[in-house]
């Protein structure tokens, strides 16, 4: 149930022949009457006599019995409450006790008050209804609607409830402005999904997503095919800008332009340029990043840079997290752009539903996620990556780690009351989950077909040192599919020279892996990462040993896998 109050009005008539008209687009179905201030208030939709002028002069009576002087210049309220699209199609007798209910809430005609302001409330459309009312009340005073906007959506939280509807979160004033009714319209006339205030949104996210400077933002929107006007001061310094879809044009065949805090509040010019603002002190801190060489490193970058924004959103404070927060969401941006097509719908999915999430009134603290920016960058700079080979398995390594950040995020919200924020994490959470499954897919199945040849002796020695790193979850990982794929990890790694308990023991330290969907998935990945193992098991390069090792006796690997003075895992 979604309450909107409109601007305030100052003419009756026009809103009354709005409400009973056919509607912008022949949209309006059967305009009548629900419910009112008075139950012989005239309905001109469904009684042929009544017009739309005695309802405007009910209505108007008492702005029109106070002095001119006197009257408000803007006296006509105008609320719509509109059901969620999954509800049911309510009764006329719902609506009407819907309408009641919110008239009373506001402040326009509360409970038991005989002399409230006039009221009616029209229904054209199965889900929504529309509330009209005069703001002079019978007794020539003027309505008390002190946070009537509050109060609307307190009351449609407990409809919600009472009418067992679905339950909508309540915002925060940080969301992105919905398209409106008339844009809708135009997108359905020309056949689009979206409409151009959602395609430049999403495309201002996509320019500034790893932008290392304000002339590299602009140069990216213009080769995304925007129009662009941007705002100069006296001084000749641009303190705005406006963009527009070549296509979409008003009457007079002028391009409609949006201007970056119009679409969302994190879009306009001042605040995209915070993200370019590293703090000295954070600079000297930050060694400088090597370049990305190909899109593997690129996504090797992200999984490190996650793990380190896991760190923060554990232990920094709010700003910090905020900030690690807004970068998360350009990585997820730019891995949308640059991922393989059976994994880019769910990516893309999680990006723009992360986007909620990046927004909150915690104001982020930028310089301190440098390490996801940078990343964001690197992917953008290297290139698509391929579905398969160790492009395709980094980004499942990637996407791994960033379900935990996802998580993560969701319950900084939900600890700081940021209800639809923790929604939105949670569902980037869910696309990331089957972006997870379609980029995994092919190296798990490699490696659960490796671990299954493994000698039995191998197995045993591999379970074993499962039962003594993580004894009260070792049953339920032994017992998951993906258990050969970690045994073969565990191979790897040992006749890399590394100690297979010594290194599960550090990898379940990193971070909880009660909450996994899969544990093995997670180890499997943690450990390939900190052993410096391919991500791709068909790719050779870069082994420390040969995998022919594997031959050998366990108790000879054994000997190589208990080194104290260089077995510690490196890390990327």
């Known amino acids: 149930m ?48 009544a017009t739309y002028k005695q309802l405007q002069r009910l209505l108007d009576q008492p702005v029109n019995a ?78 008390r609607l002190h946070n009537e906007a509050r109060r609307a959506q307190t009351e449609a939280r407990a409809i919600e409830a ?10 925060d004033g940080t969301a992105a402005k919905r398209p409106t009714s008339a844009e809708r319209h135009k997108a359905d006339r020309r056949g689009k999904q979206r409409t151009p205030r959602e395609e430049l949104r999403e495309a201002i996210r996509r320019s ?83 370049l990305v060489t190909g899109p593997a490193s690129a996504r090797r970058r992200v999984t490190s840079a996650a793990w380190q924004a896991l760190l ?11 900030a690690q927060i807004a970068a998360t969401g350009e990585v997820l941006d730019a891995l949308a752009q640059t991922s393989a097509a059976h994994t880019r719908h769910e990516l893309q999915d999680a990006a723009t539903a992360f986007e909620r999430a990046s927004r909150s009134h915690v104001r982020a603290a930028h310089g301190h996620d440098r390490a996801l920016r940078q990343a964001a960058r690197d992917l953008v700079h290297s290139g698509s990556a391929l579905g398969r080979g160790e492009d395709g398995a980094t980004t499942a390594m990637a996407i791994d780690m960033l379900i935990f950040l996802a998580v993560a995020t969701a319950n900084w919200h939900a600890k700081k009351q940021h209800a639809q924020q ?18 995994a897919d092919h190296p798990m199945a490699l490696l659960r077909q490796r671990g299954i040849r493994l000698a039995p002796a191998w197995q045993r020695r591999h ?42 023991t550090q990898a379940a330290a990193r971070r909880e892996l009660d909450t996994a969907e899969g544990m093995s998935d997670v180890l499997v990945w943690r450990l ?10 068909q790719n050779t390069q870069g082994r420390r040993a040969s995998g022919n090792r594997s031959a050998s006796s366990p108790e000879r690997t054994a000997q190589i896998g208990t080194r104290p003075s260089n077995s510690s895992p490196r890390r990327r």
């Not at 009457?33 to 042929?48: E, M, S």
């Not at 005069?134 to 003027?142: A, F, I, Q, Y």
């Not at 009472?162 to 915002?171: F, I, S």
């Not at 990462?529 to 791709?536: E, K, V």
């Open 312 to 322: 923060v959103i554990d232990q920094g404070d709010d700003g910090m997290v905020a």
């Open 162 to 171: 009472d009418y067992g509807l679905r339950q909508v979160t309540p915002g």
């Open 463 to 504: 379970t074993t040192a499962v039962r003594k790193a993580l004894p009260e979850l070792a049953d339920r990982i032994l017992a998951e599919p993906g258990w050969p794929a970690l045994a073969a990890t565990l191979n790897e790694a040992q006749t890399a020279g590394h100690n297979p308990t010594t290194l599960l």
């Open 422 to 439: 923790a929604e939105a994490a949670h569902q980037a959470a869910d696309h990331l989950r089957a972006a997870y499954k379609a980029a």
């Open 2 to 49: 979604i309450p909107r109050i409109h601007k305030r009005g100052s003419g009756t008539i026009g809103l009354v022949r709005y409400l009973y008209g056919p509607g912008t687009h022949e949209e309006h179905i059967d305009p009548h009457l629900v419910a009112a201030f008075d139950p012989l208030t005239p309905d001109p939709g469904r009684d042929p006599s």
């Open 208 to 290: 500034v997503t790893g932008a290392a400077s304000e002339e590299e933002f602009f140069d990216r929107l213009a080769s995304a095919g925007l129009l662009i006007r941007r705002r100069i001061a006296p001084s000749g310094d641009t303190i705005g800008y406006t963009v527009a879809l070549p296509g979409d044009r008003n009457a007079k065949g002028e391009p409609v332009f949006y201007s970056g805090s119009k679409l969302a509040p994190d879009l306009s010019l001042p605040r995209i340029r915070e993200r370019w603002t590293t703090p000295s002190e954070d600079a000297a801190q930050q060694p400088a990043l090597p």
């Open 528 to 537: 390939r990462r900190m052993a410096g193992l391919p991500a791709d098991p």
């Open 66 to 143: 106070l002095p001119v002087g006197r009257r408000p210049k803007k006296h006509v309220w105008h609320l719509s409450v509109r059901a969620s699209p999954e509800d049911p199609i309510l009764s006329d007798d719902d609506w009407a006790a819907i309408a009641r209910r919110m008239v009373a809430a506001t402040g326009i005609a509360p409970a038991g008050d005989g002399a409230a302001c006039r009221w009616a409330a029209v229904r054209h459309a199965d889900d929504h209804i529309h509330i009209i009312a005069t703001l002079v009340r019978d007794d020539g005073r003027r309505p």
